[in-house]
């Protein structure tokens, strides 16, 4: 780990005492989001020191404009840009004159800062000494509605401590900003109109190039004790921004709040000439409400999501603090109402990464969906790529494959790729299999198969004439081959060969040619739909049998074990335990070239076949390939502390699992990476409780039962999950000495439990 100030709490994140360097860390972890719109946690009055500040809306984005050294033909044009939007929080305060600038402070006491992750709000609270040496004590508490999803609300409250004092709130709208990231240090957005109407603020702007249209908004009030006080105010207009100036003289120990409504309204969801309109709905609803009903509000909505997707543990508070932030964060980002939208690596965290999407969502998130929400939930997540299928194969024809293949993009907001590393956009194409994969296991967990002739069966046609191209015939091998690729592993660029990437393709097309038969023979009038639609003819289904039965895979007989790539033995194997420690993270210490021709793996390769097919290999295979593998992986993806926990526990090795379950569940919170002030992994955070279900759990879906194998660590005295199976909710609960299982649902179900069948009645506990 790279930090330890996170106190250890069950329900909340928290930080205690002020420290300047741990600022930008903790805008990442103690951010705020509603699946709508995030925000980073910064602070609401003005802060001179070093800050990254962040406020997104979920699928609004600019096509940044290409950077590369040296332009390669089929380079996407541009990089889709998570846009930095306009600031609604601030909240800029003077006293006597002397503006509150936590940096610029003589002494800041009793820091604290909370996110309250039980109930939804971040709360931020200290005593500072001003340079004119006034004290005062600051609660600033705010959230961003689940309910009234295009609204936050902030309660700063203030209280000198020493003297009576003139207090100044300076709310105001920013639409004078930029984004950390850009390639070319422009700005992202136009300011259409600043304006005000009596105490209401707007903005309106658009971006450039993608022309998204978003009114930001903000109307305050005054109280102090807790009453409100109609104070007139002043209202200074720029180019860009709009402040309202509030004054109000303090008595000594007087408590004065304003409290901030405001938020975003945009085109994806109203008439652009109807934002202002739309604002004043959401600010008439807030006002009428008041910050303690929303507050309640926000409470109770929050308590619905948790009574499903919580996981408890006993015993570990830090491993309990870690879980839930995991699906905290996981909530906050995607909630599943708008099938326009998805979940991306930093959420609404951060602008690393860009995009909306990458192939995380396919192979980590879904299941967490699929179990802790309706499974309509995970369907729009399907449905996001089967509507972007179009634009796949416009992906592919530009690479120059044709009839209809598709290639599904490494990184994307509309469809189209947008990830401009050539050994990424290109050779990354792995992420083909995971499209079809999840159709896969959404069908598989939860039995709606009509969701392949609806819509799945075209995805998977198109992704498997991409593969059949993708192959070539090797004339030596006699076998079919895939070359110029980097798989899982992006510490190996340009290889040929790599496992995973074959073993995907093959499964691809055998899946995709066993779901036309089960549609040609089951649902007729699809099957004509599809087959007229796609002109797939016999000859090209003996093509892909062909390709698929002589795929080629990389085998030592010596080691035993499938080979990640062709020539990866001509490698210096050599573990990880063998490197000084002041060369960790390796990408952030070694040159790239250097890392390449090492043998250090970034994430699960090989073992993520391994795990994706568990059921096609025999333990002692996955054994033998985690014994040669796991030593010289690195971790220094997000993604790869799950997988190895889950395959640990498969293997019974529960001190391993238990390391890596604590590496995957506080990743951020205690920086393994050292990265996490440009935001936290929100994707690979449906692997921790992936690493928990699935790996301490041991949940499996096959022939169309829930099988369990559970397990526990040593540390933990017990732990509970619950997963909506088809409709029924099934409590499990894993301790030292038995497992209960409890049926939320309207029939019994029968399960598995260590190769045991047993029945599960309504309501009705059973002990294992």
Request: with cysteine; hydrophobic share 35%; charged share 25%.
């Amino acid at each position: 780990m790279n930090q330890d100030y996170i106190k250890p709490d069950e329900w909340s994140i928290l930080e205690e005492g002020f420290d300047v360097d741990r600022v930008k860390s903790s805008e990442s972890l103690f951010s705020i989001g509603n699946g709508v719109m995030g925000q980073r946690a910064n602070f609401e009055e003005q802060y001179s020191g070093p800050s990254f500040q962040g406020s997104y809306i979920g699928g609004v984005y600019y096509p940044d404009k290409t950077k590369v050294g040296w332009w390669k033909n089929g380079y996407p044009e541009y990089f889709a840009k998570v846009l930095n939007a306009p600031n609604w929080i601030g909240i800029n305060l003077f006293v006597n004159d002397e503006a509150l600038d936590l940096f610029a402070c003589k002494e800041v006491k009793d820091f604290r800062r909370e996110l309250n992750m039980k109930e939804g709000f971040h709360r931020r609270s200290f005593v500072a000494v001003l340079p004119n040496d006034i004290e005062i004590s600051v609660i600033a508490t705010r959230f961003l509605s689940i309910v009234e999803d295009e609204l936050g609300a902030i309660d700063f409250q203030v209280e000198v401590l020493n003297s009576d004092a003139e207090l100044r709130f300076e709310p105001y709208l920013d639409g004078g900003i930029t984004n950390t990231d850009a390639n070319w240090e422009e700005r992202f957005w136009e300011t259409l109109e600043v304006k005000s109407e009596a105490d209401k603020g707007f903005i309106l702007s658009k971006t450039l190039k993608t022309e998204f249209h978003v009114g930001s908004f903000m109307q305050s009030e005054i109280l102090v004790d807790g009453a409100k006080k109609d104070l007139d105010f002043k209202e200074s207009k720029a180019e860009d921004k709009l402040t309202f100036s509030y004054s109000v003289n303090a008595e000594k120990g007087q408590k004065i709040s304003l409290r901030k409504y405001a938020g975003y309204v945009s085109d994806m969801n109203h008439e652009r000439d109807q934002l202002v309109a739309a604002a004043k709905d959401v600010l008439k609803t807030a006002v009428a409400s008041g910050f303690e009903n929303l507050l309640q509000q926000q409470k109770e909505a929050w308590a619905k999501i948790w009574e499903m997707a919580d996981i408890t543990i006993s015993g570990d508070v830090k491993a309990q603090q870690g879980i839930r932030f995991n699906i905290f964060q996981l909530n906050q980002t995607y909630l599943g109402k708008d099938e326009r939208l998805n979940i991306g690596p930093k959420g609404f965290t951060g602008e690393k990464y860009g995009g909306s999407t990458y192939w995380d969502t396919e192979a980590y998130c879904i299941p967490f969906y699929m179990a802790t929400k309706d499974q309509k939930v995970a369907r729009n997540l399907l449905t996001y790529r089967y509507n972007q299928l179009g634009k796949a194969i416009e992906n592919a024809k530009k690479l120059g494959f044709k009839n209809g293949a598709a290639l599904y993009p490494m990184v994307t907001m509309n469809g189209e790729e947008s990830h401009n590393e050539w050994e990424i956009t290109f050779e990354e194409i792995h992420r083909n299999g995971a499209m079809v994969y999840a159709i896969y296991n959404y069908v598989r967990f939860t039995g709606d198969f009509e969701y392949i002739p609806e819509k799945g069966l075209e995805v998977m046609i198109a992704i498997a004439r991409f593969w059949h191209q993708r192959a070539n015939l090797s004339s030596e091998k006699n076998k079919y081959v895939i070359l110029g690729v980097t798989g899982p592993n992006e510490y190996e660029n340009n290889v040929n060969n790599n496992w995973y990437t074959n073993y995907i393709a093959k499964w691809c097309l055998e899946y995709t040619m066993e779901m036309i038969d089960k549609v040609k023979h089951g649902y007729e009038e699809d099957y004509e739909r599809i087959m007229g639609h796609t002109k797939l003819t016999d000859s090209e289904l003996i093509s892909w049998k062909e390709v698929s039965e002589a795929m080629y895979f990389p085998y030592s007989e010596e080691e035993g074990v499938f080979l990640q790539q062709d020539g990866f033995l001509d490698k210096e194997i050599k573990p990880v335990s063998k490197l000084d420690k002041s060369q960790r993270p390796i990408n952030q210490k070694w040159s790239w070239d250097r890392i390449l021709r090492s043998c250090y793996i970034k994430q699960a390769d090989v073992l993520q076949g391994f795990y994706f097919f568990e059921d096609h290999f025999s333990t002692k295979e996955l054994e033998k390939h985690f014994d040669y593998y796991e030593p010289i992986t690195v971790h220094e993806s997000s993604l790869s502390p799950c997988v190895h926990s889950i395959q640990a526990a498969v293997l019974g090795r529960m001190e391993q699992a238990y390391e890596f379950y604590l590496r995957t569940s506080r990743l951020d919170l205690d920086d393994y990476n050292n990265e996490v002030e440009q935001g936290c992994h929100i994707t690979s955070m449906a692997g921790t409780w992936m690493s928990i279900v699935e790996g301490f759990g041991g949940m499996r879906v096959k022939e169309d039962q829930l099988e369990f194998s559970p397990r526990i660590p040593g540390q933990w005295e017990a732990y509970s999950f619950k997963v909506n199976f088809r409709d029924q909710t099934l409590k499990v609960t894993v301790s030292m000495d038995q497992t209960r299982f409890l049926l939320e649902g309207d029939s019994a179900i029968k399960i598995k439990v260590n190769g045991e069948t047993i029945e599960v009645s309504p309501n009705q506990e059973i002990s294992v």
